[in-house]
């Protein structure tokens, strides 16, 4: 596996998703948002992707500002473009637009080249029940665990 240097995670979204399918995206950054990354500091717990006039925009991701660019920094939510292949583009917007489903950031990082990249993931939402026996389920293996580490 190529090496990556994860930036942000957003552990929240399989919890509250389904993930269908993930896929690798670029991101469209200034360079004091590439700096202010490079310092580790990013928020996409509360983000998503929507598709709007034939691209593909990351929304309410939060990339802090970078103190020493001073007066030319950026603005820390405002949307970024992802670059998608056109047929991943026309794919995932069908998706979205027909089936219901939702752009699910779930990683961003740098790859081996040093650039940033951010994991999405074509999502379908859980409803309350899915979530309560997800969490049964955790909460499960992990007593399975424990009663097998106290005999064994």
């Given at each position: 596996?190529?090496?990556?240097?994860?930036?942000?995670e957003?552990?929240?979204?399989?919890?509250?998703?389904?993930?269908?399918?993930?896929?690798?995206?670029?991101?469209?950054?200034l360079?004091?948002?590439?700096?202010?990354?490079?310092?580790?500091?990013?928020?996409?717990?509360?983000?998503?992707?929507?598709?709007?006039?034939?691209?593909?925009?990351?929304?309410?991701?939060?990339?802090p500002?970078?103190?020493?660019?001073?007066?030319?920094?950026?603005?820390?939510?405002?949307?970024?473009?992802?670059?998608?292949?056109?047929?991943?583009?026309?794919?995932?917007?069908?998706?979205?637009?027909?089936?219901?489903?939702?752009?699910?950031?779930?990683?961003l990082?740098?790859?081996?080249?040093?650039?940033?990249?951010?994991?999405?993931?074509?999502?379908?939402?859980?409803?309350?029940?899915?979530?309560?026996?997800?969490?049964?389920?955790?909460?499960?293996?992990?007593?399975?665990?424990r009663?097998?580490?106290?005999?064994?």
């Amino acid at each position: 596996m190529p090496e990556r240097k994860l930036i942000a995670e957003n552990r929240r979204a399989r919890f509250d998703y389904f993930i269908e399918e993930t896929y690798e995206a670029g991101i469209m950054l200034l360079g004091t948002e590439v700096k202010s990354l490079r310092n580790g500091r990013a928020n996409i717990a509360e983000s998503y992707a929507s598709a709007d006039k034939g691209e593909l925009y990351l929304i309410n991701a939060h990339i802090p500002e970078y103190a020493p660019a001073a007066s030319f920094n950026h603005e820390p939510r405002r949307p970024r473009k992802l670059l998608v292949k056109r047929r991943q583009l026309t794919r995932l917007v069908g998706a979205v637009e027909r089936e219901g489903r939702t752009l699910v950031p779930l990683r961003l990082y740098f790859n081996d080249r040093g650039i940033a990249k951010l994991e999405i993931a074509l999502a379908k939402g859980k409803k309350a029940h899915d979530k309560r026996e997800a969490t049964k389920d955790r909460e499960w293996k992990r007593d399975q665990a424990r009663l097998m580490r106290e005999k064994g």
